[in-house]
């Protein structure tokens, strides 16, 4: 196996209760973020947009993502609503995924949604070579989360990348096979 492959297949889902109770270096949030920014991006418009919350901005954050749920629900669970305020004490650095649509929309929307995630994936393949872990979580709330951050014209939240340093080994997330996914023509 190469060490790209390796990467790869070692990249899981670590949520914020496998993250260790330090922060992350500047050094290695700049690493992941400068990842991003290599993913392939047609016509150039480089969509990827990001808001790197730290401290008691993720724990505002964390509130937002209640209330937003509480106000969704017609009976709203405590256990739910302290799972989202535990995730938020735990969590080192979030970082906001955005797209930024290109005003002229050169590009479909959908490729551009595409770039960004591809970005994500970098970033993601960066943070298990650094020993972060790290998801992405895309709740309801994203789709107000202008009501919280201020975005400019143009930009979508696309999720949350909730970020911690973590020694949590996991094994590999069993995937079916390739060949049912796969047609070869010739
Ligand atoms: C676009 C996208 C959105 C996701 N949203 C969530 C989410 O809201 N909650 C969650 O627990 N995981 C979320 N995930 C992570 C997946 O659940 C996870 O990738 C999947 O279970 C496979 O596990 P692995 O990442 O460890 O291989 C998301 C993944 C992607 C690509």
């Known amino acids: 196996m190469s060490i790209i492959q390796n990467n790869i ?104 949604v595409s770039a960004t995630a591809m970005a994500v994936q970098n970033m993601w393949l960066t943070c298990t070579e650094l020993g972060i872990g790290c998801y992405w979580s895309s709740p309801k709330a994203i789709h107000n989360m202008h009501k919280h951050i201020n975005l400019s014209e143009g930009e979508t939240c696309l999720g949350l990348f909730y970020m911690g340093y973590s020694s949590v080994d996991l094994p590999p997330y069993e995937r079916g096979s390739i060949d049912d996914k796969v047609e070869w023509i010739s």
Request: hydrophobic share 35%.
């Open 9 to 112: 297949k070692e990249r899981r889902s670590r949520f914020p209760g496998m993250y260790e109770d330090r922060p992350i270096e500047k050094d290695d949030i700049l690493k992941v973020l400068s990842s991003a920014n290599y993913a392939p991006t047609h016509r150039k418009t480089e969509p990827w947009r990001f808001k790197v919350l730290q401290g008691s901005a993720i724990q505002a954050l964390g509130e937002f993502l209640v209330q937003e749920y509480i106000a969704a629900e017609e009976s709203p669970s405590e256990f739910k609503t302290n799972k989202i305020r535990k995730k938020a004490v735990k969590t080192q650095t979030m970082i906001l995924i955005c797209m930024w649509r290109d005003p002229e929309e050169r590009v479909p929307e959908w490729e551009e």
